[in-house]
């Protein structure tokens, strides 16, 4: 629901965790890290759901499952969250 609130809202492509799950879970999650050691803000910390996520090999996109599951025949991807 988080990214049809976030399409509808601010009128773009798509939301910002199907937009993750494009660019991969893992590159989300060093982008984070790197921020949060370089910067030294709590706010860059990677939440505990995506450390998760990343070590269950869910990446996105590219293995078929991350915050959204890609195993479909239609391609379209079906959350995960439920």
């Known amino acids: ?5 976030m399409k509808l809202g ?3 492509p798509m939301g910002p965790l199907l ?8 590159t989300c ?6 921020l949060h050691q370089g ?3 709590s706010k ?13 090999g ?8 991350g915050v959204y599951n890609y195993d479909k025949p239609n391609g379209r991807p079906t959350d995960n969250t439920i």
């Open 1 to 5: 629901h988080i990214d049809a609130g």
């Open 10 to 12: 601010t009128n773009q």
């Open 19 to 26: 937009l993750a799950d494009f660019i991969g879970l893992d």
């Open 29 to 34: 999650l060093a982008i984070m890290r790197v």
């Open 39 to 41: 910067l030294g803000d």
């Open 44 to 56: 860059y910390r990677p939440c505990p759901l995506l450390v998760q996520y990343v070590d269950a």
């Open 58 to 65: 869910w990446l996105g996109r590219k293995t078929g499952k």
